[in-house]
């Protein structure tokens, strides 16, 4: 399994009344991490190239571009983490 | 009108680039950026005059506190108040509003009275007041908006009674970016021997303001929304009401005597002249300088041009997303009726996503509550992307802004 904190600045929970969590990617990583979560997760949806809809095992979320993603609808941060970690590793 | 293209050369933030693209910074409702006179004041004061300000005898503490005073002054003509007396210097709004709230209303209101709390208010002209009626017991009567966001004046004054003892209402608000007519408000609040407590934190930077003019009982604003410092902000109160108030936090500079009688264990305290009475401890100097320069820079700028400038970049963003099919713009549509504030939302998209996508394109725009939950519920909601204006935007920008959302298929 991957380490996450090689490849997560922070995370931030939004803010609305969706509660989800946003992932910002380190910066000089964010290539490598799109590349591996296109590769490990299923391209539902691209939108104008620059957000991707995904799914991961039950999971769906929002990768963008710029190296940042969407997580909807998770348990807690360990839930989270225990996804980063697979779609990273 | 203004030299948008002159006052951009004074924000050096404004040259870089996000991602490869050059930033558009469209989140002005929650900070501004600064001029480098601002960073210059700031800098000249730390290296040539910092001190802690009155009572000390030596020399840069004098230099210190005619500064601070300055500041003070200079904030005061803005507004148009009487004199520096009726200028409080706190953190920003929210203390400023927690000041009137636990000062005025902590001694002052009771379990039979009443305060009207408009439905479109920051959390920080909410919350406050519902954490005193917990202590104190009055009643909180929330005013209702018609579906564009917009006060509904007639509940308004259908909510006065003899009890009703303040209003509390925001200027501008920081989602819809709607005016609201204040001198009609405070004649009507007045008129039933209500105080009026006016969260100015989207209007000060923004709008010519008057205190006189408008006649509002307490004013509350940020420095960091109008080109200072962030943690510096303001609170207007007329003389006489402030000088009725009890301090709202002790400690020193607030006081001018502090005596205790150890045998009868009794201890007697003076409080300072305003405005110092409500400035416990030792205050952001610092912060009052860069306050200072901005409010000269945004005087140099003309603040009937700021708006003019504005109200043209309101104008172009509400044209230009009309044109985008999947862009759905909240509130009122009347530029005249607002300030360069724009809520909006995209088909099939959330705000975090919109507020993501732009980012990726360089855009900097908010996206969530902006801390008016309320607001958003009344407007069925779940939540909203804002983008909001200031004096180095352009119409250019505003242009690139909906190039960008037009390519969302």
Known sequence: MANIDDYVARTEGTCGKEKDIIVIFKYEKKDEVIK?????????????????????????????????????????????????????? | MLDVYKIREDFPILKRKINGYPLIYFDNAATSQKPKQVVEALRDFYENHNANVHRAVHTLSQEASELYEDAHKEVANFINAKSMEEIVFLRGTTEAINLVAYSLGLHNLNSDDEILVSLMEHHSNIVPWEILSKFRGFKIKYVGLDNDGTLNFDSFQEMFSKKTKIVCVSHVSNVTGVVNDIKKIAKIAHEHGASVVVDGAQSVPHLPVNVESLDVDFLAFSGHKMLSPTGIGVLYGKHEILEKMTPFQGGGEMIKEVSISPTAHRCSVTWNDLPWKFEAGTPNVGGSVGLMEAVKYLKHVGMENVKAHEEMLTKRAMQCLSECEKVKIYGPRNVSAKCGIIPFGVEGLSSHDVALYLDNYGIMIRSGFHCAQPLHEMLKLDSSARASFYIYNTPEEISRFAEILKEIE
């Open chain 1, 36 to 89: 591996k979560i296109l590769q490990k997760a299923h391209l539902k949806k691209s939108i104008a190239n620059v957000i991707f809809e995904l799914t991961f095992k039950e999971f769906s979320f929002r990768l963008y571009g710029s190296g940042k993603a969407i997580f909807r609808s998770l348990k807690d941060k360990e839930e989270l983490n225990s996804i980063l970690s697979a779609l990273l590793s």
